[in-house]
């Protein structure tokens, strides 16, 4: 199973920009679908964004479509996402997630069908 370990998180102003970073360890991401997902504080744990094995199906939340941009590097072993345009309602623990699949093209929203998870990164956006 593929180890995933967040970093890049912290306080952003609102408006500003972050970038989190997914490092993977184990195995390969390529063989892997990569998501991030977040949960504030009181709320269920929500879906961010997902990337495809071959990097051309990307999905994003509407409520950070246009604001977001996940993106893989598989040399790297590496997924990130940069935040832009942050709001105080970004706030919340960033979870990365990887799903092994035979796949080139799923990308599913729903965090039950992630089998792997890293320990999360905060991001607390202030007004």
């Known amino acids: 199973q593929v180890q995933l370990v967040e970093s890049g998180g912290g306080l952003v102003q609102t408006g500003g920009s972050l970038r989190l970073s997914c490092a993977a360890s184990?195995?390969?991401?390529?063989?892997?679908?990569m998501g991030w997902f977040r949960q504030a504080p009181g709320k269920e744990r929500e879906f961010v964004a997902t990337?495809?094995?071959?990097?051309?199906?990307?999905i994003y939340a509407d409520s950070v479509k246009g604001r977001f941009t996940i993106s893989r590097d598989n040399v790297k072993n590496t997924v990130f996402l940069q935040m832009s345009s942050v709001k105080f309602e970004d706030t919340a623990v960033y979870y990365c997630?990887?799903?092994?699949?035979?796949?080139?093209?799923?990308?599913?929203?729903?965090?039950?069908?992630?089998?792997?998870w890293g320990q999360g990164t905060q991001v607390t956006v202030s007004s």
């Open positions: 990337v495809s094995r071959s990097g051309t199906q990307i």
């Open positions: 184990g195995r390969t991401i390529s063989e892997h679908t």
């Open positions: 997630a990887a799903v092994r699949t035979t796949n080139w093209y799923y990308t599913p929203q729903s965090s039950s069908e992630y089998g792997s």
